[in-house]
């Protein structure tokens, strides 16, 4: 009777866990880390294409060396600002945000001068790197868009009875999101 009582046991522990949401959990907080791994590599990928666009303006506006020397630092310190998967708290995402934003502003600013060089408009290389840091742009959208999905979905699992309360004894914790910058709610001024 006793070793019946024990296999019992076993088996509901076996089924409660099962159904605890445990491996939910698990696989969504797996499916969150790929997605910022993907939001990562949109954003290396723009790291990647910087020097490119930095030497073909650098040879037709020598001149203009401050604008480009803000993109190189700018640059630099976006890649070495990294944010641990298992850590993807509101302030971590911030930061790196921050950097992120910085860099975008420092190739506005060298976007906007290249309007006084008509020559390096019209260079096709120039053209094409401009179409690539759009498409670029683009797609660290898209993968922050589907990374907040994830994180949403996350979210929802772990904090949601009664997963929350395996949730907290296995140390599944809510995970941040990206936001609007400041001002992103203000269209931008265009003159000419």
């Not at 860099?103 to 096709?124: F, H, M, T």
Request: proline share 3%; hydrophobic share 40%; glycine share 6%.
């Amino acid at each position: 009777m006793k070793r019946l009582l024990v296999a019992l046991a076993g088996v509901f522990t076996a089924l409660s866990f099962s159904s605890c949401g445990y491996n939910t959990m698990v696989s969504k907080d797996e499916n969150v880390k790929g997605k910022w791994a993907q939001v990562e590599n949109a954003y290396q990928r723009r790291a990647d294409l910087i020097p490119n666009l930095v030497a073909t303006v650098k040879g037709a506006a020598e001149h203009e060396e401050n604008t480009l020397t803000a993109v190189v630092e700018a640059r630099a310190k976006a890649t070495s600002v990294t944010v641990d998967p298992s850590n993807l708290s509101e302030e971590a995402i911030a930061n790196y945000q921050q950097t992120q934003d910085a860099l975008s502003q420092s190739i506005g600013r060298l976007l906007v001068s290249v309007e006084a060089y008509p020559d390096l408009k019209a260079n096709s290389n120039f053209q094409e790197l401009q179409a690539q840091l759009e498409g670029t742009e683009n797609r660290i959208s898209v993968e922050r868009r589907a990374y907040n999905e994830a994180v949403q979905d996350y979210n929802t699992t772990v904090r949601s009875f009664p997963n929350n309360i395996m949730a907290g004894i296995f140390g599944f914790k809510a995970k941040g999101t990206f936001a609007a910058t400041e001002g992103a709610d203000k269209a931008p001024t265009v003159s000419f």
